[in-house]
């Protein structure tokens, strides 16, 4: 089955700069590949996706590219702000959806 | 409505209790999906339905027994559970599960199991 890797697994940054976090997954048959944003206690939320036939997605603040020939996609967070601070998630789908261990963001003010 | 629905929000069970987690959706989704999580972990794939029949089993003990009623519900039923499985178990819904559409999730149950 699909295994998805992730890192880093804790990430601090400060106020307005950026967040990189990056994943890799196995099966290249997967086309499918969200970000799920979870805070403590709550239920994790799409922040932004992208299919296998697209290179870069961009969401005002939130981008993600994907290189399907190295099978890694990452997420790029820019001007980052404290409501940011929560456990990031990416996940690889072909027929299910399997998560990457997760990293911790952490935006100081 | 984007909403998918959980029920109970919180369960604490006995080892010899039987008890029913709850899941609701009326997206229209086809597809639905058990997770469990356990803390500071990414959820981790149990079961997934779609258009009302069991597709996947990831190798879940049998104590867990998922059942989909309708395209609307669906149910994880829980028997002689032990306290390794508390954890919490959240449902999720999608358009369907081949080609990749968005995956939309529950609260969540969280289960103690005592």
């Known amino acids: 089955g699909e295994n998805v890797e992730q890192h880093p697994s804790t990430l601090s940054v400060q106020e307005g700069d950026s967040a990189v976090i990056k994943c890799t997954y196995s099966?290249?048959?997967?086309?499918?590949f969200p970000w799920y944003k979870q805070e403590l206690g709550k239920r994790p939320q799409l922040i932004i996706d992208?299919?296998?036939?697209?290179g870069e997605k961009k969401d005002q603040r939130i981008a993600v590219t994907l290189n399907k020939t190295a099978k890694h996609f990452s997420l790029h967070i820019t001007e980052t702000q404290p409501e940011d601070s929560a456990v990031y998630f990416c996940a690889a789908s072909r027929n299910d959806m399997r998560f990457g261990a997760g990293t911790r963001l952490t935006v100081k003010p | 409505d984007t909403e998918v629905t959980q029920t109970p929000k919180h369960l604490v069970m006995g080892m010899t209790n039987k008890k029913s987690l709850k899941c609701e959706q009326h997206m229209g989704h086809r597809a639905m999906y058990w997770y469990k999580q356990k803390a500071k972990k990414p959820p981790e794939l149990m079961f997934v339905?779609?258009?009302?029949?069991?597709?996947i089993n990831e190798s879940v003990p049998s104590r867990f027994s998922p059942e989909c009623p309708n395209s609307s519900l669906l149910n994880l039923h829980l028997h002689a559970l032990q306290p390794e499985d508390s954890a919490l178990y959240l449902c999720?819904?999608?358009?369907?599960?081949?080609?990749?559409?968005?995956?939309?999730f529950g609260q969540g149950t969280r289960l103690t199991v005592v």
């Open positions: 999720a819904s999608s358009q369907e599960h081949r080609g990749g559409t968005e995956a939309f």
């Open positions: 992208i299919r296998s036939n697209v």
């Open positions: 099966d290249s048959a997967s086309n499918y």
């Open positions: 339905y779609s258009y009302e029949k069991l597709s």
